[in-house]
């Protein structure tokens, strides 16, 4: 009966910790995002090809990071780290290495913009947070939650 009781204390206490990991990925707010993108204009022109992005500010928790993946397939995603609490130097930027995206904060996780996935070094299970796309016709789109 001690075993039995051993055991099963042991099995809650891991439960516990994979518990608050994941309690990790809640810091960001569901942020409404309602966003008109036009590919014809200038400040989303750079979508109209495949491994672009663009940072669009004031939308969801810290901006939206639009991804143009291939010539059918556009990515939304919440331009905050889902591994800290939305501050400033939580808001994702260009790493300079293509669809990878950093935190500005002491770990610098890093993230991918054709996966969403955290990579090398993020120390959480987190991944970004993605927005609905709406493919409207004409080069339109619109980015939703």
């Not at 750079?46 to 059918?72: A, D, K």
Request: proline share 5%; aromatic share 8%; hydrophobic share 35%.
């Amino acid at each position: 009966m001690k075993k039995l009781i051993i055991l099963l204390s042991l099995l809650s206490v891991s439960c516990n910790n994979d518990d608050n990991n994941i309690n990790n990925c809640n810091f960001l707010f569901d942020a409404g995002v309602n966003l008109e993108v036009n590919t014809n204009f200038p400040l989303y022109s750079q979508l109209q090809f495949p491994g672009n992005g663009v940072y669009v500010p004031n939308q969801g928790n810290n901006g939206v990071w639009l991804w143009r993946l291939n010539s059918s397939t556009l990515y939304a995603w919440d331009a905050a780290d889902p591994s800290h609490v939305p501050s400033a130097c939580s808001t994702l930027v260009e790493s300079g290495t293509g669809d990878i995206v950093v935190c500005g904060c002491e770990d610098a996780n890093q993230y991918s913009l054709a996966t969403g996935l955290g990579l090398d070094g993020n120390t959480e299970p987190c991944t970004l947070v993605p927005y609905r796309v709406d493919d409207l016709g004409n080069g339109q789109y619109l980015v939703s939650n």
